[in-house]
């Protein structure tokens, strides 16, 4: 069935460039269609936030080896280079995903197809159907090694349910729906890039009897509160706007707009001739984002099923034997929104922020102005001037919430970070080049900059 959709698509391909001279507009990012793709693919799946970073990395990843696979420049994530010469970069690309994509999310099969059959027509407007069928083949092959690879992963089969424990600090099931542990088996997941699942675990959450919890618990309890009066209009606003939508989401469609930024600054002398430069670049800078997202998510999960520290939600209303004098229970205490169904410590927004800032500060520059706008909440717009800022308002957004504390805000940001450092010290690091291909040399030749005479 894959065979003769390649063919029928191949088809519609020739049948609609040759030998009509089409006009060439700015080549449309196929790299940055597809992520939006897996999104959307999510949305409509309702996969969860943890769930989707996996998704992600599998997608990402596979378009990545797909890209470099043709013209090697960094190490793989998975799959050896052995594309054939003169392959579509945009092809294999497409394919990949489309591929991924197909076998985790089977029932949206007509929407995919739709996508595959409108990217691989756009591409046949400039480049040959030899090379656009190379590149379909390459990219299966690359989708279905990284899908067999991360089958064995661990995610499943899913563990027994997960419902804590009822003693003080432990997390148990919480209100509304009382809900077990969500996807405990990510706690040991093979992790994508770093070597184990509690490489970077953090110290834990503080004693009940301290000060620090004393100052987490009374900060949540003040601002988190459903009716809380302390908190300003616009706390409340990032409080939900943070929630509403995945972490993953949030941050690749930052990803996308400077990465769209990056281009539309470039001089639109040769920007033709870089599109398949740009190409490989942007699959890695996405495989590197998701890659680290992806290892963020298992050390967060890891820390919180060792853990299994409460949430505010049972912390404040059940304080009072708790042994701690300065933390007075509120029974009919409830937080702004519900409250995710997993443990408490480290904050898995935070965890996954963290590697996302960490990648995107790295390649961007830490003091870059973004906005951040959420597809489920149109309107609302956040600004700013770098992304520390941007991850401040995120641990301020789940503590005003109510459904964090500050220590799992503060310590799951610093592992994310963690994370990210080390993917970008260890993976898809520079290999040494290969001669280039006779076609790949031409093409380099043909957008060297034109020499301007001398005025």
């Known amino acids: 069935m894959r065979t003769l959709l390649t063919t029928l698509v191949v088809g519609i391909v020739i049948a609609f460039t040759g030998p009509v001279a089409l006009a060439a507009p700015a080549p449309t990012d196929e790299i940055a269609n597809w992520n939006q793709m897996l999104f959307r693919m999510g949305l409509i799946g309702g996969t969860s936030p943890v769930v989707i970073t996996r998704v992600a990395a599998i997608v990402q990843g596979a378009v990545f080896d797909a890209v470099n696979g043709i013209e090697p420049r960094y190490a793989p994530v998975h799959v050896p280079p052995a594309a054939p010469a003169g392959a579509s970069q945009e092809a294999a690309a497409v394919q990949a995903a489309y591929v991924t994509l197909l076998a985790l999310y089977p029932t949206q099969k ?28 390459w ?69 009940l009897t301290s000060a620090r919890y004393t100052a987490n618990f009374n900060e949540t309890k003040t601002m988190g509160s459903v009716s809380s009066t302390t908190r300003t209009p616009d706390q409340t606003v990032f409080a939900w706007f943070w929630a509403s ?23 639109d002398e040769g920007r033709h001739g870089r599109h398949h430069s740009s190409t490989l670049e942007n699959a890695r800078l996405l495989a590197l984002l998701n890659l680290a997202i992806a290892d963020a998510a298992i050390g967060c999960w890891e820390a919180k099923y060792a853990y299994v520290f409460w949430r505010p939600v049972t912390a404040i209303p059940l304080a009072d034997p708790d042994g701690n004098p300065a933390t007075i229970a509120d029974p009919n ?26 990648v995107l500060a790295h390649h961007f520059g830490e003091r870059t102005h973004f906005r951040v706008t959420s597809d489920l909440m149109p309107g609302v717009v956040r600004s700013f001037d770098s992304f520390s800022a941007a991850l401040d308002e995120v641990q301020n957004a789940r503590i005003f919430a109510g459904i964090h504390f500050r220590s799992a805000t503060r310590d799951g940001q610093a592992l994310g970070e963690s994370v990210a450092a080390y993917v970008l010290e260890n993976a898809l690091q520079p290999v040494a080049r290969r001669p280039l291909s006779k076609r790949a040399a031409r093409r380099l030749q043909s957008v060297e900059p034109r020499v301007r005479p001398s005025t």
């Open 333 to 358: 205490w409830m937080p702004l929104f519900a409250t995710p169904a997993h443990p408490e410590y480290p904050s898995g927004h935070s965890c996954v922020s963290g590697a996302a800032g960490g």
């Open 245 to 267: 939508s995945t972490a993953s989401y949030l941050w690749n469609h930052v990803a996308l707009s400077l990465m769209e930024r990056e281009r539309d600054s470039s001089d």
């Open 139 to 207: 990219g299966q092959t690359v989708a279905n090694a990284i899908l067999t690879w991360r089958s064995a992963d661990g995610f499943t089969p899913a563990p027994p349910s997960f419902l804590g424990g009822t003693g003080v600090g432990e997390w148990r099931p919480t209100p509304p729906a009382f809900a077990p542990g969500a996807s405990p088996q990510f706690a040991y997941m093979t992790p994508w890039v770093i070597s184990a699942p509690g490489q970077y675990r953090p110290a834990g959450p503080p004693a």
């Open 110 to 137: 007509g929407q995919l197809d739709a996508r595959l059959a409108v990217s691989l027509t756009a591409i046949g407007t400039r480049e040959r159907s030899a090379a656009i069928a190379s590149g379909i083949a």
